[in-house]
């Protein structure tokens, strides 16, 4: 039987990457949730319609979000635009917060997320998967690492792809979002009961993905 895995933490904790590789070694489809609100945030700014909440709930109504694969990639899309490279500028990750923290843009993504993990085979990562999207999943783990690390991680990411960022203040805005994310009305980011913790700092992304490989039996 395919397995439904759920794999939740803080922003720079790798999720993303390791959900990804997981996926490819189970034969599941990898879910990125975290791109899904990006892909509003970057329609947000993409339109300057402006980053009220009101504005932010206008576009998300109008817009459809979906990740397709093209070739053996998961590509993200708004409406009919390729967004994957676009979603990850320093632009939409100062926005994706305040865009995430949004009942009505919460529940169109949920209700999205819920219909490409009916069938199972599917390893979904976020902030509140296993505590809100998918609370019966067969597998949960809550991926975190050091404040430090994760700016670090993020820093080399953005580096490779041209931006220059003191390390201090992506420090400052990871630590930022964290509160942000966890302080949050809706669904905010929690480790549920039966998820297992894994800290992953100081361990390279083999031995991370060893690690979730083995907890998914």
Not at 24 to 51: F, N, Q, S
Not at 68 to 73: E, I, L, M
Not at 210 to 217: D, I, R, S, Y
């Amino acid at each position: 039987m395919k397995k439904t895995v759920a794999i939740d933490g803080p922003a720079g904790a790798g999720k993303s990457t390791i959900a990804k590789l997981v996926a490819e070694k189970l034969g599941y489809i990898y879910i990125d949730t975290g791109a899904m609100y990006r892909a509003v945030a970057w329609k947000v700014l993409d339109t300057g319609a402006g980053t009220t909440d009101e504005a932010i709930i206008r576009t998300a109504e109008k817009l459809h979000v979906s990740l397709r694969f093209v070739g053996d990639n998961v590509r993200v899309f708004a409406d009919d635009t390729d967004v994957t490279e676009k979603i990850r500028t320093p632009e939409v990750t100062a926005l994706v917060s305040q865009v995430a923290q949004l009942g009505p843009v919460r529940e169109k993504m949920v209700e999205l997320q819920r219909g490409m993990a009916k069938d199972g085979g599917v390893v979904m990562d976020g902030r509140d998967i296993a505590s809100n999207v998918l609370p019966n999943a067969d597998v949960k783990i809550f991926l975190t690492a050091s404040i430090e690390e994760r700016a670090l991680r993020r820093w080399k990411e953005m580096k490779a792809k041209g931006y220059e960022e003191p390390i201090e203040n992506l420090a400052a805005e990871i630590e930022a979002r964290d509160k942000a994310d966890s302080e949050r009305a809706i669904s905010p980011l929690v480790r549920v009961p039966e998820a297992t913790l894994l800290d992953t700092t100081g361990m390279t992304i083999d031995e991370v993905v060893a690690k979730v490989m083995e907890l998914c039996g």
